[in-house]
């Protein structure tokens, strides 16, 4: 869960016309709210003062741990990601999330905590050698056991899976696996940056299958450099074929500090060189009729489920109901209490940071109470459905009379339908859902894009 930063003003979001929609550097996709930009350095000290609170009650914590190393940086990536560290330098790397977490694991508001979810993000989770995997996650439990965890998460990139790795990934713990497949024919992988191909998809995923982990999930990604209708359709077919327990479907967008973009800059363009936002929505509407035809219920603008009273996604859950996170490693962003915040964003000055005993903190922001509710009411609308009694029980606000004004303009475009306790998403508003959040922002951060 990391992030990078810079920022760009956008139009107002519903102002392009659907026929224009071609797309342009940026990022798309809302992560949080408010948005990184109003995070700032100067802020750091709210990180500090949560930390010497009284350990809340009846507040799930969750665990982040990023990983920042992979094998090749995906032409469409931009998180924090190193291709270059040697053993020793990943054992190095290593060694400082762990002093990390001892030393903000001793603080006042993190005492008798356990971890109710646990993510492994990257990067590259599955990079790491079994030895790694386990030295690291041994250490973990001990300074905070997770024992009453609900699930622990882990991103795994195909080709780095051995059925070695894959024995050890289910050992330490993990209950969700997620496949960062995002295609499954080769030249589509390749031209896009990816390091697996279709052979190792196969393999890592049977074997994995054959763990008994209690969750699969596999990414896709529609709309990549040089995408077909027809290839997307047999990505479709091929990922219903495995019957995962999930599946999580992202729309191509090309942010600023990515392969594509520079390659764009560089030619003087402004269209990506990726479908156009009509055919990204068409063909994701496309895999969800497709799933739900094989037994699938649509959980969310992005995911379909095969069981959706079993399948839950706890970390996205618990973080979209206000929960706290603790960042870990470099680049990583969370929140605790109401002060959400990011690690240093270069692995230099984060574990420099530690060596001298200090906070690796780089950036924070302390939300108020309407931000709060607003964070939570456009999150949680990403899922397709939210009942307004959750918020009045919550935050003692009618939403309904709150946000009037956007719910009755979306209403009538026919993004969602609004009933007493029930607003429910149209399949068109669930589609493009992340640039209709824009309506619900307070004026202070209705222009602000952060990628």
Same mark, same amino acid.
């Given at each position: ?6 920022? #760009?003003?956008?139009?107002? !979001? ?21 948005? =990184? &930009? =109003? ?17 809340? *009650? ?11 190393? %992979? ?36 603080? $006042? ?13 990257? /990067? ?31 991103? %795994? ?45 196969? *393999?890592?995923? *049977?074997? $994995? ?18 995408? #077909? ?16 327990? %999930? ?8 942010? =600023?500090?990515? #392969? ?7 030619? /003087? ?33 992005? #995911? ?29 962003? /969370? ?52 009942? !307004? ?5 919550? =935050? ?5 009379? *709150? ?8 209403? &009538?475009? /026919? ?37």
């Amino acid at each position: 869960m990391s992030s990078s930063s810079e920022e #760009t003003v956008l139009n107002h !979001p519903l102002q392009k016309p659907a026929e224009e929609e071609a797309t342009e550097a940026g990022n798309y996709f809302v992560a949080n709210y408010p948005p =990184f &930009s =109003f995070w700032k350095p100067e802020y750091k000290t709210k990180v500090e003062d949560v930390l010497d609170r009284p350990p809340p *009650r009846d507040v799930p914590l969750g665990v982040y741990f990023h990983i920042p190393f %992979c094998r090749k940086r995906c032409h469409f990536c931009y998180f924090r990601v190193y291709t270059d560290k040697n053993a020793a330098e990943i054992r190095a790397y290593i060694n400082a999330g762990i002093r990390e977490y001892e030393i903000v694991a001793q603080r $006042a508001y993190l005492q008798g905590r356990k971890p109710r979810f646990v993510y492994f993000g990257g /990067g590259t989770p599955s990079y790491l050698s079994v030895d790694q995997l386990q030295d690291l996650t041994d250490r973990m439990k001990a300074i905070m056991p997770w024992d009453e965890a609900e699930e622990v998460a882990f991103e %795994c990139e195909p080709g780095t899976l051995s059925e070695k790795k894959l024995e050890k990934i289910r050992e330490i713990g993990v209950t969700r696996l997620s496949l960062g497949v995002e295609n499954f024919d080769d030249h589509i992988l390749e031209i896009n940056g990816r390091a697996h191909r279709g052979k190792e998809i196969e *393999r890592a995923y *049977r074997f $994995a299958k054959s763990l008994d982990f209690p969750q699969i999930n596999i990414d896709l990604i529609a709309g990549m450099m040089e995408e #077909t209708e027809d290839n997307w359709k047999r990505v479709v077919e091929k990922a219903i074929s495995l019957e995962p327990e %999930c599946v999580t479907i992202y729309q191509m967008e090309v942010p =600023f500090n990515t #392969t594509i973009y520079k390659q764009m800059k560089e030619g /003087g363009k402004l269209t990506a060189p990726v479908a156009n936002w009509q055919t990204k929505r068409r063909w994701v509407d496309y895999a969800f009729a497709e799933f739900e035809k094989a037994g699938y219920g649509v959980s969310s603008a992005y #995911t379909v489920v095969k069981n959706p009273d079993k399948v839950k996604f706890v970390y996205r859950d618990a973080l979209w109901e206000g929960s706290d996170l603790l960042p870990l490693g470099v680049a990583s962003f /969370g929140i605790l209490g109401d002060v959400h915040y990011q690690n240093q964003a270069d692995v230099g000055p984060y574990m420099e940071a530690l060596d001298r005993g200090e906070s690796p903190v780089f950036r924070a922001y302390e939300t108020s109470a309407e931000e709060r509710l607003v964070r939570e009411f456009i999150l949680r609308l990403k899922l397709g459905r939210v009942r !307004p009694s959750y918020y009045k029980n919550k =935050f003692g606000v009618d939403v309904l009379e *709150r946000f009037a004004k956007p719910l009755a303009y979306l209403e &009538s475009e /026919g993004f969602i339908n609004v009933e007493e306790d029930l607003l429910v998403l149209s399949r068109d508003g669930l589609l493009q859902v992340d640039r209709l959040l824009h309506e619900f922002f307070l004026p202070q951060h209705s222009h602000a894009r952060y990628t």
